[in-house]
């Protein structure tokens, strides 16, 4: 062997471990290490050592395998057509080369292509059964992925029957996306919760649909856009055709594809969208080019990774340089400590960036900044700003590095790492100012007690006046107090203490989500509130009875018991039972009551609602139970593994029969907040 054939042997088996260690880190871990780009110049070298020196390539090289392994945690579910990848490219020639060879293969058609574009997402396998949503599954490594129906219909709204299908039994395929709205909403919401936040979209809907605890899910919102339709047998002879079934069965679409006939038709599309695509609410990350026709689909045929007759043109990110200028470390409500990176500003994406977030300690080990670093700032499918690289070329000797802090920033406790986490947190939840001013900033917001004229200002100012220290001061607070505060006046005073009052009218679950237990999220704190009924109850409830919830897990479940044991909280609780608060479920006035004298018959698990806690919303929304389905019976609520004899009693009686959703609406769960 001579010793340029060792080096391309060197090269092949680098480049393949590196590329296999990215895979796990975007498709198992949710944390890509580089970006979309640098991983793409990766495979796109070993591509072509591979082609040149096909004799030294490795085994299972990762440019013939699909990145993604199922994880094993979700019941494994077989493709019984694989789930393909895409070819790539960044470059327009290759596009010029695709067009070329498709026309090659069918030379005497006329042939048309569909541009649309290329969400960055999580690929999903929907499928249908006579008309009904029996599985959602991931792509996993293309011949079987994970079954994660449940975590997605909770999560995405997506059309569970379809009554109007030429086929009853088919599969939709496409992306599972957040929005930017949703995402930019969503970090909002864990900056004011001094949460990490995630780095981009795709990063929280694949974390979101690999959650194992459904509780961690909760309020995330996803969409899904639908790319293919696949039918037993063909029924339709377009890509195109399927678009437009999909979008009248309910699938969003988004409407700008286009079907071009030609590569400059091909290249306007490319080019306008490289120009607009920052105003698409969702973000994406190049365009697909499809051959519109099924038959000639058929004709150009697959390689095992991906179909001949399709094509992704990737646009390249938006990056700029700039210098580093600091790095602060934030402390957010729950203590958790998060580097920020402060650059000198640059125009990226349309917009003056100047901060990027740094995620967590480890990858700023990892990168070893220093300040003054001519850095690079990378902003493509990602809302958030990415530091993407440093040119150590310029770095001079007199640079110092920048190392995360033994202690807290704001207080100086020595900060503490959880085993296996890359977190730091300050453990002084009692005096870290960030954290007393980030719970309180917590507990004011809308969703929680809602005392809107209380802001950000406002915490600071009655904190400075040693007025409010905890949320039970605000309570405390007298008109003297208010008025000396600087910016307030007789009305705007008078305005706060009224907001306040009012608060107190706050339902349970209300309360219970203000208080900002640790995961104790919207959703949690309505099951909670259901669950219980009763602070005190709540208070006293063991592990075992909160682990008897389903969408509990082991670790939120010690986060409650150990919330309600520490000394201090019980303190706050007591302070705010006194100053009046809901403490627990209130009786709506009787005339009020959504199902008054209604007779309700219910039947098998339930998702949302424990039994107890489904008994419980059944009476207090002015219902009866009772057990035996008969022509006074108004409604049955049937959940899953509902008796089948029940369920045909009640059809032929032609009493409603509700879904957990349904009844949900029904009694107004949203607006009444546990009624
Ligand atoms: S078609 C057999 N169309 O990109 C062809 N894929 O890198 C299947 N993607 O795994 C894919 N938008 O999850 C197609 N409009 C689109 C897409 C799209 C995003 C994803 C898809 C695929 C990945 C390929």
């Known amino acids: 062997m001579q010793a340029s054939d060792k080096a391309i042997i060197n090269e092949i088996k680098a480049l393949t471990d590196l590329i296999r260690h990215h895979n796990f880190c975007y498709f198992q871990k949710n944390a890509a290490e580089i970006s979309d780009y640098a991983y793409d110049q990766l495979v796109e070298r070993l591509v072509q050592l591979e082609k040149t020196y096909p004799h030294f390539k490795e085994p299972n090289s990762p440019t013939e395998t699909i990145g993604e392994k199922p994880s094993y945690r979700s019941p494994l579910v077989h493709h019984p057509l694989p789930m393909l990848s895409l070819a790539k490219t960044y470059s327009e020639a290759e596009i010029v080369q695709f067009v070329a060879r498709v026309k090659k293969i069918a030379p005497d058609l006329s042939i048309s292509f569909v541009c649309e574009p290329k969400i960055d997402g999580v690929a999903l396998c929907i499928r249908y059964e006579s008309g009904k949503l029996v599985a959602i599954v991931t792509r996993g490594d293309g011949t079987a992925g994970d079954d994660i129906t449940q975590r997605a219909l909770q999560c995405m709204q997506l059309p569970t029957v379809i009554e109007d299908a030429p086929l009853a039994s088919f599969e939709v395929r496409g992306e599972a996306f957040m929005s930017k709205a949703s995402f930019k909403a969503f970090n909002d919401k864990r900056k004011k919760e001094g949460k990490p936040l995630w780095a981009n979209p795709r990063n929280i809907t694949a974390g979101t649909l690999n959650a194992l605890d459904i509780d961690l899910v909760e309020g995330r919102q996803l969409a899904f856009y639908g790319y293919s339709l696949y039918t037993p047998k063909p029924f339709l002879a377009t890509h195109q055709e399927a678009l437009a079934w999909l979008a009248k069965w309910g699938f969003s679409t988004l409407p700008i594809y286009k079907v071009c006939k030609d590569v400059s038709a091909i290249m306007t599309y490319i080019h306008y969208w490289a120009e607009h695509k920052n105003e698409l609410p969702v973000g994406i990350d190049g365009i697909v080019i499809k051959v519109n026709e099924f038959d000639q689909q058929q004709l150009l045929g697959a390689t095992a990774k991906a179909p001949r007759w399709a094509i992704a043109y990737k646009y390249q990110p938006e990056t700029a340089h700039s210098t580093l200028e600091n790095i602060t470390f934030q402390v957010g409500r729950s203590g958790v400590v998060t580097p920020v990176a402060h650059f000198k ?191 005190e109850r709540l208070q006293q409830a063991p592990l075992s009875e909160l682990l008897a919830i389903p969408t509990i897990g082991a670790t939120i479940a010690q986060h409650i018991v150990a919330y309600f044991q520490d000394p201090d909280q019980q303190a706050l609780l007591a302070d705010l039972q006194s100053a009046g608060l809901q403490f627990s479920l209130q009786q709506q006035a009787i005339a009020e009551l959504p199902l008054s004298a209604k007779k309700i018959v219910i039947s098998g698990t339930f998702h949302y609602f424990t039994r107890e806690a489904l008994m419980y919303c059944i009476e207090q929304a002015g219902a009866t139970l009772v057990t035996s389905i008969s022509a006074k019976v108004d409604y049955v609520i049937a959940g899953q593994k509902a008796g089948p004899a029940k369920l045909a009693k009640a059809k032929a009686l032609a009493i409603p029969i509700l879904g957990e959703q349904d009844f949900m609406n029904l009694i107004r769960y949203e607006s009444l907040s546990c009624i």
């Open 345 to 535: 500003p640059v125009v990226l994406a349309g917009t003056y960036v100047s901060r990027a977030s740094l995620y967590n300690a480890e990858e700023l080990a990892r990168r070893a900044f220093h300040v003054g670093d001519t850095i690079l700032i990378e902003k493509g499918g990602d809302i958030i700003p990415k530091i993407v690289g440093i040119n150590l070329a310029h770095r001079k000797a007199a640079q110092q590095p920048i190392l995360f802090p033994q202690s807290c920033p704001a207080c100086a406790t020595p900060l503490y790492r959880a085993a296996g986490e890359a977190i730091y947190y300050c453990p002084n939840k009692q005096r870290c100012l960030p954290q007393l001013k980030g719970l309180l900033l917590h507990f004011v917001q809308r969703r929680a007690m809602a005392i809107d004229a209380i802001g950000p200002k406002t915490i600071d100012a009655l904190w400075e006046a040693k007025l409010v220290q905890t949320a039970a001061d605000l309570y405390k607070l007298r008109y003297e107090d208010v008025i000396q505060l600087a910016g307030f006046q007789a009305l705007s005073a008078r305005k706060l203490l009224a907001n306040i009052q009012s608060s107190k009218a706050r339902p349970f679950d209300r309360v219970l989500f203000a208080l900002g237990i640790k995961h104790v999220g919207d959703t949690l704190a309505k099951t909670l509130a259901l669950h219980f009924a009763c602070m």
